[in-house]
């Protein structure tokens, strides 16, 4: 396709998407020495303990819909990514929610507040034990965690936008249908449980205790009710699924997905597994699917439609007009395929690049793309080929993940030069530095001495170079720590060092930063939701907020304010 018929967008400029980060980070408890283990606090306990800290340094309101979750005046929220059934156990997982941004260079602002403000409430939450935070994709156990990405992009057009109209629309009798089952069940079984308890006290002939009664329900109970209503969703999952593989996003996902999978080699975190192999990403391994739920069923997808699902199923009797929110034209893309990264460098391109081919993909340049012929299979092979040589099949025939990134490269060069409107600064600075990284990638490639240029900027590379300032003889453990202490958000951190030792790599100020983690982004949902919590949250009427509104007071005084 020639430049002068290439697709563009003038209607809309490019990099002004709504985006967002969401990062699980782990929570390592170090008790004193000789202190009973026993007595170490449970991860139920840090959270709320981290809560208390953040909210003696700006006002949070609760969730509406998840009284544990906290939504920041800054924009943000975290919340525990953790069973209830497991918060008597220590450790645990915390998740940080950027605020919804329209510029990479601001989320990457936003993201290293929330990096930041997690750490200061870790060494200030008033525990007797010492608490760090780690940000990273797996622990010791080889379990998986890590960073999702989000962004607001057009879902379907044309036909297909009205194919999935129609079938959302199916939903409706479906979703009304499971609310109502859902709400006879929880209920009933407590008003059950409190008439079972009651009786009970009679015939012992005890005065019946309200602490008694508002007693929580047996585990067993508890599992019973969720395995109820989970049969009960199923139809709704059922349909969901095949709407969203049919026709939600299905350019983005035909070929963004060699992106994705290419994006590793700037992107990854780097992980030494149980055997001392060493990998650009650990979460890229656990990816075992194309699209899917997210976790409903213990998949972990590309891309994740889990959101869908919880918006369907909200417990409010307003959760109905979901299906209406969700035939909107843009909506939120998220993306599992993400590593938690340290270095400002390679968590900027993962932003900006893929919004940026995101844009290119909306206006239908797609011509020259290269599509993947086995996505799963090329993504694990990328993933373990520390080495960048390991070619995958694609429509193009096969390619490396270098020589994928530079096929987008080229192809936003040419669609950024054919656009009718001067792109913005930051444009430039995402070419400019996509280009440098990749050549940095491409030097070690060539010459696997030649690690410089990309130390402090590519993560797995980064901690490549770490690793090999050991002996050969280290043991697993000693090159495991590394692994594990490069992500640590401390002063003692092995990457916070580096950085300080090399400080071009970062590409943030401070006072952008302490901004950043006061006060909310502006023109944005985050911006509204964020100076509605800093003006209400401190008066008579209690306050609860959720991504789309704010609720405040209660009763007859009550307000919902949209926010989205």
């Not at 969730?63 to 800054?74: N, T, V, W």
């Not at 270095?343 to 599509?371: I, N, Q, R």
């Amino acid at each position: 396709m020639s430049r002068r018929t290439l697709p563009t967008r003038s209607d809309a400029p490019l990099l002004h998407r709504l985006i967002g980060l969401e990062t699980e980070y782990a929570t390592m408890v170090r008790s004193p020495p000789g202190r009973d283990e026993s007595c170490t606090p449970s991860r139920g306990e840090v959270y709320a303990a981290i809560c208390q800290a953040i909210a003696r340094r700006q006002p949070t309101a609760q969730g509406r819909f998840d009284a544990s979750k906290l939504f920041l005046a800054s924009g943000g929220a975290i919340t525990a990514e953790s069973s209830p059934v497991d918060d008597a156990l220590p450790g645990g997982l915390i998740e940080g929610a950027t605020p919804e941004v329209r510029s990479p260079q601001a989320l990457l602002v936003c993201q290293r507040a929330q990096d930041r403000m997690l750490q200061r409430a870790a060494d200030r939450c008033g525990l007797d034990v010492e608490v760090r935070i780690l940000k990273n994709s797996s622990d010791r156990l080889e379990r998986i965690y890590g960073c999702q990405e989000n962004y607001e992009a057009e879902v379907a057009r044309g036909p297909a936008l009205w194919l999935l109209r129609t079938g959302l629309m199916g939903l409706l009798p479906l979703q009304v249908l499971y609310w109502f089952c859902v709400h006879v069940i929880v209920y009933g079984s407590a008003l059950l449980l409190g008439m079972a308890r009651l009786g009970t006290a009679v015939l012992r002939g005890r005065v019946p205790r309200a602490a008694r009664l508002m007693q929580p329900p047996p585990a067993w109970g508890l599992r019973a009710v969720v395995a109820i209503v989970r049969a009960l969703r199923s139809p709704l999952v059922l349909w969901l699924l095949i709407l969203t593989r049919l026709f939600a996003f299905r350019r983005q996902r035909t070929y963004l997905t060699a992106f994705l999978t290419s994006r590793l080699v700037l992107t990854g975190s780097g992980h030494v597994d149980g055997r001392g192999k060493y990998w650009l990403s650990a979460k890229a391994m656990a990816i075992d699917s194309h699209a899917g739920l997210g976790g409903y069923r213990g998949e972990r997808p590309i891309y994740v439609f889990r959101h869908w699902l919880e918006r369907l199923c909200e417990p409010s009797p307003g959760g109905w007009t979901a299906v209406f929110d969700l035939m909107r034209r843009r909506q939120r893309l998220q993306i599992g395929l993400s590593d938690s990264n340290i270095a400002d460098t390679a968590e900027y391109l993962k932003v900006a690049t893929t919004s940026l081919v995101l844009d290119m993909l909306e206006a239908g340049y797609v011509e020259g793309l290269p599509v993947l012929r086995k996505p799963i299979a090329s993504l694990h092979r990328v993933a373990g080929d520390w080495n960048l040589v390991s070619r995958v099949p694609t429509s193009g025939g096969a390619m490396s993940g270098l020589e994928i990134q530079q096929r987008f490269l080229h192809a936003c060069r040419r669609f950024v030069a054919a656009q009718h409107q001067p792109p913005s600064a930051e444009v430039a600075v995402v070419l400019e530095r996509w280009e440098a990284a990749l050549d940095a990638a491409m030097a070690f490639r060539n010459r696997a001495a030649d690690m410089q240029p990309a130390i402090g900027k590519i993560d797995w590379l980064t901690k490549r170079w770490m690793l090999d300032q050991l002996s050969p003889s280290a043991p697993w453990a000693v090159r495991k720590k590394v692994d594990l202490r490069y992500h640590e958000l401390s002063d003692e951190s092995y990457f916070e060092r580096l950085s300080n030792a090399i400080p071009a790599t970062v590409l943030t100020s401070e006072a952008s930063i302490e901004r950043a983690g006061r006060m909310p982004p502006g023109d944005t949902p985050a911006g509204r939701r964020g100076h509605l919590i800093r003006e209400f949250s401190a008066g008579d009427q209690p306050i609860r907020a959720s991504w789309s509104h704010v609720v405040i007071g209660q009763g007859r005084r009550r307000r919902v304010v949209p926010v989205a």
